[in-house]
């Protein structure tokens, strides 16, 4: 059984900064891709970033330099530094992860809110 446990949510006023951790825990193949995906009322789930093994990352086009995501691969951890929030950044944030052979798995959310 693999779960993915994620940290870090809560309220902050704009132009505030979060930092989002998610740990994956329980047997499974190697991971090859952690990222963060968020919900807001009424929308679709939307990815936010996205990190290879190698290090490779993919972001967002409206979060690209605010938004940073890193992980620790001997932790089997994955972190979202948010910074310069706003208001529209206010969603459900989903941990996400996908293993060598194909496997996903998602974490159960932590809620962001951005408001004065």
């Known amino acids: 059984q693999v779960q993915l446990v994620e940290s870090g949510g809560g309220l902050v006023q704009p132009g505030g900064s979060l930092r989002l951790s998610c740990v994956a825990f329980?047997?499974?193949?190697?991971?090859?891709?952690m990222g963060w995906y968020r919900q807001a009322p009424g929308k679709e789930r939307e990815l936010v970033a996205s990190?290879?093994?190698?290090?490779?990352?993919e972001y967002m086009e409206s979060e690209k330099g605010r938004f940073t995501i890193t992980r620790d691969n001997a932790k089997n951890t994955v972190y979202l530094q948010m910074n310069s929030l706003k208001p529209e950044d206010t969603a459900v944030y989903y941990c996400?992860?996908?293993?060598?052979?194909?496997?996903?798995?998602w974490g159960q959310g932590t809620q962001v809110t951005v408001s004065p």
């Open positions: 996400h992860v996908k293993n060598d052979v194909g496997q996903q798995y």
């Open positions: 329980g047997r499974m193949f190697s991971i090859n891709l």
């Open positions: 990190i290879t093994r190698g290090g490779s990352t």
